[in-house]
Nanobody, 125 residues
Framework: EVQLVESGGGLVQPGGSLRLSCAASGATSTTSCMAWFRQAPGKEREGVAGIDSLGRISYADFVKGRFAISYDNAKNTLYLQMNNLKPPDTAMYYC???????????????????WGRGIQVTVSS
């Protein structure tokens, strides 16, 4: 059983930064894909950034140049560094894990079986 636990969310002013972490435990594997998704009230869950088992990374257009995804193999932890945050970035952020995926599927929530409970990020002055 895979467990994913997010941390690092909170309230930040526009232009500020946060770093989200997602600690993976249970049936962890070095060959897996992980990604960050977000869901704002009344909106569908959308992909933010993903990384596959070969280290290939995909970003949603709306975060390119502002967010950076990374994975620490030694700690089994996924990170999302978020800079220059904007009010539309306000959402619940979720991490997800899947043993293997086509690179083009990295940001599709329907392709993931394992999810964290999510953490709130609020960008407001």
């Amino acid at each position: 059983e895979v467990q994913l636990v997010e941390s690092g969310g909170g309230l930040v002013q526009p232009g500020g930064s946060l770093r989200l972490s997602c600690a993976a435990s249970g049936a962890t594997s070095t060959t897996s894909c992980m990604a960050w998704f977000r869901q704002a009230p009344g909106k569908e869950r959308e992909g933010v950034a993903g990384i596959d088992s070969l280290g290939r990374i995909s970003y949603a257009d709306f975060v390119k140049g502002r967010f950076a995804i990374s994975y620490d193999n030694a700690k089994n932890t996924l990170y999302l560094q978020m800079n220059n945050l904007k009010p539309p970035d306000t959402a619940m952020y979720y991490c997800a894990k899947q043993p293997s995926l086509m690179a083009s599927w990295l940001l599709l929530p329907s392709k993931y079986d394992y999810w964290g409970r999510g953490i709130q990020v609020t960008v407001s002055s």
